[in-house]
């Protein structure tokens, strides 16, 4: 697996140029939480990394084949159970048991069957991280993952990506300085 590079990224929307001459470095393996003003471009340049955006120039490189990811909408089929949501990531590759403990662990026990329409948005957040966490993957992007979960939920949240993201390269976007820290990853700004 490749450092992730990307060299003098910039991007307009129209008018607005939101990524201006970015240029950061992510080793294999390592850790990040990109942080900064809304507007910022910080799911623009999750989305260019995932190649769903391309930029107005500059260049990417080493980006993984493999990716998982946690968009900023929970992108939930809604007549999908918790449980298929995940299933259908992984196919049969992984035991049923697995995917109804990994949920539990996220706290949707007694959930994994309702219906994502069912969900409330806290819980639809945690089968988004369930459904990202339990994919084959090198790379897991994940923006804003903890919107909507209360202090302790999101703490359970936490621990569970730290033990499944362990090894894998994993960037995050978040509005909270304090993730960084509890997720062990360096805090980088984007302005």
Do not use: W
Request: charged share 25%; proline share 4%; hydrophobic share 45%.
């Amino acid at each position: 697996m490749d450092e992730i590079k990307l060299e003098k990224i910039n991007k307009h929307f129209g008018e607005k140029q939101v990524l201006s001459d970015l240029s950061l470095a992510v080793p294999a393996g390592a850790r990040v939480c990109l942080t900064g003003a809304s507007g910022s471009g910080k799911t623009t340049l999750l989305n260019i990394i995932m190649g769903l955006v391309k930029p107005d120039s500059g260049t990417v490189s080493g980006v993984p084949q493999k990716i998982a990811a946690v968009f900023q909408e929970d992108r939930l089929p809604e007549y999908l159970s918790a449980f298929a949501n995940v299933r259908f990531v992984t196919g049969k590759s992984m035991p049923a048991r697995e995917i109804t403990a990994l949920l539990g662990m996220l706290g949707l026990e007694g959930s994994e069957y309702c219906r994502s329409a069912q969900l409330s948005g806290g819980m639809k957040r945690r089968a988004a991280v369930a459904r990202a966490l339990a994919a084959e993957s090198e790379l897991v992007i994940m923006d804003e993952p903890f919107s909507g979960l209360d202090a302790e939920t999101k703490s359970r949240v936490i621990e569970v990506i730290n033990r499944l993201t362990e090894g894998k390269t994993f960037i995050c976007v978040t509005h909270d300085p304090a993730d960084a820290a509890a997720l062990g990853a360096t805090a980088v700004a984007i302005r």
